[in-house]
């Protein structure tokens, strides 16, 4: 074998393979819990969905024609894509070296070389589970308000919409679904494979059907037309009171949003085979097929807008609901949603097994209050389904919050955008300022362009972060007002909290921590030889 081999990566049979990935995760202070049970084309099919990248533009087309317009949705989304790449392959870097469910976190305690480093980590860690989190409460809030939005396309004059204790419902009941669906479908390695597998192309095809139908319906109607080349690749909007570069900017999130969350392969690395050659390539795989995806699909809404005011102000208080109405027609629009509601469950369910893994190992380092409660697998069911229920709790506190305002439940599903940029931030800040000499890397470098890509990465977060807390208009009221920068301020009080009365004495110093570290630099050691 080479000397600069890693034991994760040496060409044996399969046998092999599976006990020298658990070798290589042992140097990352763990044990092999669970089961590689997925290939590279399922993991990638996970994080596509996971992005989920048209369909979360779709969802997200108000912010975009607001805020610039087709040149914000179409130049920002190039703009935002290159950038992604760099942060991508920035970690993919550090995921080749290190592959751990703890990712970001992880790397920061073994890079930062200074007494702040654990405290950092563990506040990355933090950012990182409550990014996940706020995804999961996103995705499950997305689907409640298309449930209900459907409604108002038969029924403009329907009110249910606007019911707190119904949102509540439908949310909650989504979530539960979420989280059981995850316990029973890791029962057999082949099943959740297969389900992502199936996620995956469902989401594929119906990008196809919903981009056909919507040309076609245009293409053969008398009374509808396609809008000017002029409109989809030059038009500029500003429908709010900030100036032409702010409102450009905030708009940047509707794709930001669309290519956020492709960390899904990181933690779920530990359950994937030869983690340091497939989870680097899943990282940037994932990225270039949803923006693809998402820009063509963009280009087709941005071409079949047929009435722009009454898209900007719909009925269902959803743009893209209202474009496809205007298209296929109301018994149209209920059947293809249908389909869409379908598909935004498999997302869902995807979702919740990446956070699920994040919060398992969070907990196995000693991050998490019951930590040694929650790092239990179950040995029936094959997944930590404590981890999992406990974060579906959390999850579901969320949705209490319609009783109250509307206002509260969009900071929290706002926040998850800003909260994992931040997380892709830590680490990447950590190996500029301290480089990687001596942290042994894997097949995957970045070799003499990691500054570059390092700089450029570092900066699109830093940039997008600031923008991302600005609210809607110069002067917000208090219900117009971006309150994710309070949400982010609170969870850190409760990580700080925690950190304070017993994270300082747990995070990364439990038993098997401390035994593995002392491993890992070991091998480390072997490895430079």
Not at 356 to 380: E, I, K, N, Q
Not at 481 to 505: D, E, H, Q
Request: glycine content about 10%; charged content about 10%.
């Amino acid at each position: 074998m080479d000397e600069k081999e890693s034991p994760a990566i040496r060409k044996t049979n399969s046998g092999h393979r599976v006990s020298h990935d658990a070798e290589g995760q042992g140097t990352m202070g763990h044990v092999q819990s669970l089961s590689r049970k997925f290939s590279p084309w399922s993991m990638l099919a996970l994080s596509f969905s996971v992005l989920g990248t048209w369909a979360t533009f779709a969802v997200d087309f108000s912010n975009g024609l607001t805020n610039g317009g087709p040149i914000t949705i179409l130049y920002g989304l190039l703009l935002v894509t290159f950038c992604n790449l760099c942060v991508a392959l920035s970690l993919g870097e550090l995921c080749s070296s290190m592959p751990t469910a703890l990712g970001q976190a992880y790397w920061v305690s073994r890079i930062w070389k200074s007494s702040m480093g654990r405290f950092v980590s563990y506040s990355c860690a933090w950012i990182n589970v409550f990014g996940w989190w706020t995804l999961a409460a996103s995705q499950n809030a997305f689907m409640t308000e298309i449930i209900l939005g459907l409604k108002t396309v038969s029924d403009e004059g329907w009110t249910g919409t606007s019911l707190g204790w119904l949102k509540f419902v439908i949310y909650f009941s989504i979530t539960m679904l979420m989280t059981f669906s995850n316990v029973i479908a890791c029962r057999k390695d082949w099943i959740l494979r297969w389900f992502n597998n199936l996620v995956g192309a469902w989401f594929g095809g119906e990008f196809i059907l919903f981009s056909l139908a919507i040309l076609i319906a245009v293409g053969i109607s008398d009374d509808l037309s396609f809008q000017p080349p002029s409109f989809v690749f030059g038009r500029w909007i500003n429908d709010t009171e900030w100036s032409d570069g702010v409102a450009w900017f905030i708009g940047l999130v509707q794709s930001a949003y669309g290519l956020t969350a492709f960390d899904a392969v990181i933690h779920l690395i530990e359950e994937l085979p030869s983690p340091q050659k497939n989870g680097p390539r899943v990282l940037w795989l994932s990225i270039i097929s949803g923006s693809i995806s998402g820009g063509i699909f963009m280009i087709v809404c941005l071409f079949c807008i047929q009435n722009l005011e009454t898209i900007l102000d719909p009925a269902s208080g959803l743009p893209f609901v209202e474009l496809v109405r205007q298209t296929v027609g109301p018994q149209g629009t209920m059947a293809l949603f249908s389909i869409f509601v379908f598909n935004m469950l498999g997302q869902g369910i995807s979702i919740t097994t990446t956070a699920s893994r994040l919060t398992w190992g969070f907990a196995r380092d000693g991050g998490l209050p019951f930590s040694t409660y929650l790092t239990h697998v179950d040995t029936y069911w094959n997944v930590p389904a404590r981890a999992l229920w406990a974060q579906g709790v959390i999850i579901s506190l969320v949705g209490v919050l319609y009783f109250f305002t509307e206002a509260a439940v969009e900071a929290v599903v706002s926040v998850s955008t800003i909260a994992l940029t931040i997380s892709y931030a830590l680490p990447i800040f950590a190996v500029v300022v301290f480089g990687m000499s001596d942290i042994p890397l894997g097949p995957f470098s970045l070799g003499r362009l990691r500054p570059v890509i390092n700089w450029v990465g570092l900066i699109y977060c830093c940039i997008t972060t600031i923008f991302f807390l600005f609210p809607g208009k110069p002067s917000p009221s208090v219900l117009t007002m971006n309150w994710a920068i309070a949400v982010f301020g609170a969870m850190l009080l409760v990580a700080i909290g925690f950190w304070c009365t017993k994270g300082k004495r747990t995070y990364l110093r439990t038993d098997s921590a401390l035994g593995e570290v002392f491993r890992a630099a070991q091998m480390e050691v072997l490895d430079s030889v």
